[in-house]
């Protein structure tokens, strides 16, 4: 009896790391024709599948932080680990996605700013960038098309 207990209570652990099913089962329909079935083992199976490729390439990266002395895995250390594990198509992606992502931020954070400065700042800031050459754009990545999705919207369709 108490063998069970343990078993049960370690499969509920096991459960609390794997993603909600909900969201597996919305990416994988969003894939597949709309006419398309998918069983509960499938969502299961994927579910399982999907969790335990991210507890390996987080576990990579974090060993990587580790042996750096640090607590903090960020995306590079991401990247860096599907390299490793071999993942290569992956890591370039998510290196794009990465670039794409922090511009964004950039350009947010400086929007932010530029909208609490008075219209005289704005217009000198936008003359004096405009007149300096754009350093980034000879050694960027290959652009990468983003969707931000807001949560219940559903994403546009696929038009490649």
């Known amino acids: 009896m108490r063998y069970q207990l343990d078993l049960s209570l370690e499969m509920a652990d096991e459960h609390d790391r794997f993603l909600p099913i909900a969201n597996v089962g919305r990416i994988m329909k969003h894939v597949l024709p709309r006419s398309a079935k998918i069983s509960k083992e499938a969502k299961e199976t994927m579910q399982e599948c999907a969790s335990e490729f991210i507890s390996f390439v987080t576990g990579?990266?974090?060993?990587?932080c580790h042996k750096e002395n640090r607590k903090t895995v960020n995306g590079d250390d991401i990247c860096w680990a599907l390299s490793t594990l071999g993942f290569d198509d992956?890591?370039?992606a998510l290196l794009r996605y990465l670039h794409k992502y922090r511009q964004y931020e950039r350009e947010r954070t400086n929007h932010s700013k530029a909208s609490s400065t008075s219209t005289e700042d704005k217009e000198a800031a936008s003359s004096y960038k405009n007149s300096q050459p754009d350093?980034?754009?000879?050694d960027a990545p290959i652009p990468l098309e983003l969707r931000v999705v807001e949560m219940g919207e559903n994403p546009p369709a696929n038009t490649s």
């Open 60 to 64: 990579e990266a974090s060993d990587k």
């Open 90 to 92: 992956y890591s370039e």
């Open 135 to 138: 350093e980034k754009q000879a």
